[in-house]
């Protein structure tokens, strides 16, 4: 007969398993240089076939809610305005300052379905006018008002947050498809910010053959 406590070991045992594997796989910084493109837009991201991993950082009440309830709410979310997530770690890195910046203390790992991705892509206009892309700065402007994402490509950043050549992608949800993100595209979220953390103490400390990052490879 299975008694409470073994249960509860078996049960804990499956959970940290279940949760290990949602994390991405972390490589060493020269193995990442040596796999990611180093030029061009490119979407680079952690994912598996039918899923990606992507990044928000956020103040300990936004986060410990998160984290609890695996969806983005409570009273200190506020769904009325614009929430970035950055599907490249060191990008993200780069803004928050491996988790140094106020109110961006803790580094959530977020995964959502490639499906819906790419309907977040599908909806994004870029935050500037661009004459290549846009027929005129009318058309552009409607699709801004019309449209609840925004699109910019920036230079992305190494693991000292010097600027790179390749640029890097960030999306703004806002309205109902950030409220679509927040509470149903998102299948689960993890706590990164531990992991953040041990690879500034090894940037800090000059040790950069220790340093790992996610593993990344472009959106296709």
């Not at 910010?193 to 090894?202: F, G, H, L, S």
Request: include cysteine; charge should be neutral.
């Amino acid at each position: 007969m299975w008694n409470e406590k073994v249960l509860g070991r078996v049960f804990k045992l499956d959970f940290n398993k279940f949760i290990k594997k949602m994390y991405p796989k972390l490589i060493t910084y020269a193995e990442y240089q040596g796999t990611v493109p180093q030029t061009g837009q490119i979407i680079l991201a952690h994912q598996t076939e039918d899923e990606i991993l992507v990044y928000q950082a956020y103040n300990n009440r936004i986060a410990d809610f998160a984290i609890a309830h695996q969806y983005l709410g409570g009273s200190h979310f506020k769904y009325g305005r614009m929430s970035w997530i950055k599907p490249n770690f060191l990008w993200m890195m780069f803004r928050c300052g491996w988790a140094a910046k106020e109110n961006q203390e803790r580094i959530l790992g977020l995964w959502l379905k490639k499906t819906d991705f790419n309907t977040i892509l599908d909806q994004a206009v870029y935050s500037s006018y661009k004459e290549d892309i846009y027929d005129t700065h009318e058309n552009w402007k409607a699709e801004l008002e019309q449209k609840e994402v925004r699109l910019q490509w920036d230079p992305d950043h190494d693991l000292f947050g010097n600027k790179v050549e390749r640029r890097a992608i960030q999306l703004g949800l806002k309205g109902d498809i950030l409220a679509s993100f927040g509470k149903e595209m998102v299948t689960k979220i993890i706590d990164m910010t531990d992991i953040v953390k041990e690879q500034k103490a090894r940037i800090d400390s000059g040790v950069v053959a220790e340093i790992l990052v996610p593993k990344e490879w472009a959106v296709r």
